[in-house]
T-cell receptor, first 116, second 112 residues
Framework: DADVTQTPRNRITKTGKRIMLECSQT?????MYWYRQDPGLGLRLIYY???????NKGEISDGYSVSRQAQAKFSLSLESAIPNQTALYFC???????????????FGEGSRLTVL | QQQVKQSPQSLIVQKGGISIINCAYE??????FPWYQQFPGKGPALLIA?????SEKKEGRFTISFNKSAKQFSLHIMDSQPGDSATYFC???????????FGSGTKLNVKP
C-alpha cells in the first residue's frame, strides 16, 4: 500500500461545483502539504500544515481551503470550482530532519482534476 | 515571481550521453536543494539533494554541482539511459518556514 494515498485519482466536474480531494498517510509525519502542478509552472504550494492545529497558506491559496482532520489526514476543498483550477494536485508529507531522516517530501500519486 | 528558475524546459539526449539541467535562485535563506524525479502517472520522488556548504554531491550516475556565489545549481546525469526519461524538478527549501519552492520542471527524453 502507498504511504501517501490520494482520492480520487481522477475527477471531472462542472464550474461552480464543490470538490474535495483527500489525502491520508501512514508515514507518521506531522507536516503535510498540498501542491498544484501545471505544465511549465512546476509545483506550486497551495496550503501546508505542521500539525492538526496549524494551517498555513502557500503561494496560491485563493479559491482553496483545507482541513486537517487528524495527523494522518489532510483534505483540500474547492468551494466553487472554476476551469482554471484544472490541474494535477499532489499531497505530500514530510518528517522532521534528523539522523535517519533526510527531511524530504514524500508525494502521493496525484489527483487529476478537470473543471468544465 | 518564480523563486527557482529551471532550464531547459525539455531535453533530448542520446543513450550514453550526459544530461544537464540548470537551476538558479535568488533567496540566500534557502538551506537545502533537492532534485525530484517524476515518472508519468506518479508523484515526484527525491533523487538527490545538496546543502549549500558543499559544492558537489555524487550518487551513482547523478551529480549535483552547486555554486553558492552564483546562486546556481545543476543536475548532471552521466551515461543517460532510456529509463531516466522522466520530468525533473529542482527545488529549494526555505529554512525559516520549511517551505519548498520548485522549478518549472524539465522533461528529459533519452533516445535508445
Amino acid at each position: 500500500d502507498a504511504d501517501v494515498t490520494q482520492t480520487p485519482r481522477n475527477r471531472i466536474t462542472k464550474t461552480g461545483k464543490r470538490i474535495m480531494l483527500e489525502c491520508s498517510q501512514t508515514k507518521g509525519h506531522d507536516r503535510m502539504y498540498w501542491y498544484r502542478q501545471d505544465p511549465g509552472l512546476g509545483l506550486r504550494l497551495i496550503y501546508y500544515s505542521f500539525d492538526v492545529k496549524d494551517i498555513n497558506k502557500g503561494e496560491i491559496s485563493d479559491g482553496y481551503s483545507v482541513s486537517r482532520q487528524a495527523q494522518a489526514k489532510f483534505s483540500l476543498s474547492l468551494e466553487s470550482a472554476i476551469p482554471n483550477q484544472t490541474a494535477l494536485y499532489f499531497c505530500a508529507t514530510r518528517g522532521l530532519a534528523g539522523a535517519s531522516n533526510t527531511g524530504e517530501l514524500f508525494f502521493g500519486e496525484g489527483s487529476r482534476l478537470t473543471v468544465l | 515571481q518564480q523563486q527557482v528558475k529551471q532550464s531547459p524546459q525539455s531535453l533530448i539526449v542520446q543513450k550514453g550521453g550526459i544530461s544537464i539541467i540548470n537551476c538558479a535562485y535568488e533567496n540566500t535563506a534557502f538551506d537545502y536543494f533537492p532534485w525530484y524525479q517524476q515518472f508519468p502517472g506518479k508523484g515526484p520522488a527525491l533523487l538527490i539533494a545538496i546543502r549549500p556548504d558543499v559544492s558537489e554531491k555524487k550518487e551513482g550516475r547523478f551529480t549535483i554541482s552547486f555554486n553558492k556565489s552564483a546562486k546556481q545549481f545543476s543536475l548532471h546525469i552521466m551515461d543517460s539511459q532510456p529509463g531516466d526519461s522522466a520530468t525533473y524538478f529542482c527545488a529549494a527549501r526555505s529554512g525559516n518556514f520549511n517551505k519548498f519552492y520548485f522549478g518549472s520542471g524539465t522533461k528529459l527524453n533519452v533516445k535508445p
